[in-house]
């Protein structure tokens, strides 16, 4: 078993405070290179059906930004990493084993979950944000669709997901510094699960997830800062109790289960209240900056989830 060392976090730009992905609605793409290949013209009007009510103004991150400056600690602790050091990687063939607190517990591959999917349920959108971020257009399927088919028990409470442990394949989980305990674990209440904005990914940009982004299958909350986005999942397991989440666990005091953006909570070493937006023109004091909105924009989709809750507790 690897040696847990806790992680050495010396600033924001290496933390997973990080918020990447879309601020604003903008996507809306089918389930893989495949989906589009197959059905070029169904999708073509699922998309439009919907983006007519999710398009958003803001710019895309390019692609190469969105798959090169990455937080993937398996394959190193830098951001230019997991693009370096993941080649060897095997997304496939892959098994997501599914199961705990439901009537159906299954083990399927990727291919399986795809076909099960109608074009409607592959067709997604969302916004996004944070400390830095982006706006990609990836392509995935609620996880609420895949949760009806495992049909959870009235006992769950919770969604708990698992990243594949290959330390013959990731630099990270090997050798002496072991920058996080393995694997990495992050977890959802069941009714954030079921919102439609909670995506599992399979692609990015038309095109099948790269090995940095957490290929083949990851998760994409939008209204929650990115390190609750867990990659290569192999495991989904409904429970009663809160699950454990990787970053909480190694520093409880920085990062809390439901890491909603929230930039009126100072992280307690820097600033929420704005964002970097990777690829646009950097200022004098390291890029152009914007202000970070509460739940990443969406506050009228999901504020609702928390209410009652002091978010500057649950945070
Ligand atoms: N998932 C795994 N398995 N390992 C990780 O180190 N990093 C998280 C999250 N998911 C991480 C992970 C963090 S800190 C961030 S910011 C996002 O992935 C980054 O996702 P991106 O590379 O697609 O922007």
């Known amino acids: ?31 893989g290179g495949l989906a589009f290949a197959a059905a070029p013209s169904a999708f073509a009007a ?10 958003v103004t803001e710019k895309l991150t390019t692609k190469e930004d969105a798959t090169s400056y990455n937080n993937f600690y398996e394959f190193g602790t830098s951001k230019s ?3 370096q050091n993941s080649e060897a990687f095997k997304p496939t063939p892959w098994r997501v084993e599914i199961g705990g607190l ?49 049909e959870p028990l009235g006992s769950a409470k919770y969604v708990a997901f698992e990243t594949v442990v290959r330390p013959e394949e990731m630099p990270g989980q090997r050798g002496l510094f072991q920058p996080l305990p393995w694997p990495y674990v992050d977890g959802l209440r069941l009714d954030e699960a079921r919102n439609p904005l909670t995506i599992l990914a399979t692609g990015l940009y038309g095109e099948t ?5 957490g290929a083949p299958l990851r998760l994409v909350v939008p209204w929650k800062y990115g390190f609750k986005g867990i990659k290569s999942i192999v495991k989904i397991t409904l429970t009663e109790e809160e699950p454990p989440c990787t970053w909480n666990r190694s520093a409880p005091s920085e990062y809390g289960f439901y890491a909603n ?7 307690p ?15 004098l004091f390291g890029g152009a900056r914007m202000n ?19 978010l500057s507790v649950k945070f």
Request: hydrophobic letters at 40%; proline letters at 8%.
């Open 1 to 31: 078993m690897p040696v847990y060392h806790p992680p050495k976090i010396a600033g924001s730009d290496i933390t997973p405070q990080t918020v990447y992905m879309n601020r604003r609605t903008i996507l809306g793409a089918a389930a």
């Open 261 to 267: 953006v929230n930039p009126a909570v100072d992280h």
């Open 81 to 83: 990493d997991p693009l």
């Open 102 to 150: 439901v009537n159906k517990p299954t083990v399927i591959g990727i291919d399986d979950i795809m076909k099960d999917f109608t074009m409607e349920e592959r067709i997604y959108r969302m916004r996004c944000v944070e400390a830095w971020s982006m706006v990609i257009p990836w392509i995935g399927f609620p996880l609420s669709a895949l949760l009806d088919r495992v």
């Open 209 to 213: 997830l790269p090995n940095q982004n």
């Open 269 to 283: 070493r820097w600033s929420q209240a704005t964002e970097r937006r990777i690829g646009e023109a950097e200022g």
């Open 46 to 55: 699922a998309l439009s059906a919907r983006a007519t009510d999710y398009t």
């Open 292 to 310: 970070t909105l509460p739940f990443n924009g969406y506050a009228e989709e999901v504020a609702g989830l928390y209410s009652g809750m002091d």
